[in-house]
């Protein structure tokens, strides 16, 4: 079958199937007499196996180690409901705080100090509000923990957000602090007349070229995320 085809089938966007493609979830083979992929009915298979394993918002790195067998579903599927829970709570709160504004008819006199006071009265009897942790999210999501499940206490480290925030910030430390403290090294040493300035220079060149890996990475995630909710 035709990509169009397959979209049809499926009731999909053609450019969702070519995302799926470009990041290695689904491998149509080319038809020999044309430039045109031919998708099999395993294609067929795998991308409705894509499509349901979104619709319960795993990530594409989540659904690759499921369609490479390396991931345990039910492990998987148990760590999700409690994410989800967790944002079904977050949403009750935020949805509450809504409401609460609109029967105040808040505007542009917004009382900002007032809200944040209800919220935090809010938290204290059991309500949750989503977290402002985006880059650390990102940064949890690029260690690709899912990896990890099976082995001690892995089970128990990604059930806790907070826990997968440690370990990226733990992550995410080492790899900022250890360029940089060879490079202080590096120029005491050659302050003292003890160093090379050659290896200064190529540690400011490593230095520059590993924050904007990082940087290119993050936009990269996010340049996905959208991707994958459109």
């Known amino acids: 079958m035709k990509i169009s085809e397959v979209a049809k089938e499926l009731n999909v966007d053609i450019s969702t199937i070519r995302f799926y493609e470009r990041k290695g979830l689904v491998q149509p083979k080319r038809r020999a007499d044309s430039k045109y992929r031919e998708y099999s009915g395993e294609d067929i298979g795998e991308l409705k196996s894509i499509i349901l394993y979104r619709k319960l918002d795993f990530s594409i790195e989540e659904i690759r180690l499921l369609m490479a067998g390396e991931g345990n579903l039910q492990e998987m599927l148990l760590l999700r409901q409690e994410k989800l829970r967790r944002q079904q709570e977050e949403i009750a709160g935020s949805l509450a705080l809504c409401d609460k504004m609109i029967a105040d008819q808040a505007g542009e006199d917004l009382d900002v100090e007032y809200y944040l006071s209800y919220t935090r009265q809010a938290e204290q009897a059991g309500y949750h509000f989503p977290d402002i942790m985006p880059t650390l999210d990102l940064v949890t999501k690029n260690l ?87």
């Open 144 to 230: 690709q923990i899912e990896r990890f499940v099976g082995f001690p206490l892995a089970g128990w480290i990604l059930q806790s957000d907070l826990l997968r925030r440690m370990v990226a910030v733990l992550f995410l430390g080492s790899m900022v602090a250890i360029p940089l403290i060879v490079l202080v090294i590096s120029i005491a040493e050659c302050v003292r007349g003890e160093g090379s300035v050659m290896k200064v220079v190529v540690g400011c060149v490593y230095c520059i070229m590993f924050f904007t890996a990082v940087a290119t990475k993050v936009r990269g995630e996010i340049t996905n995320e959208s991707e994958e909710e459109s």
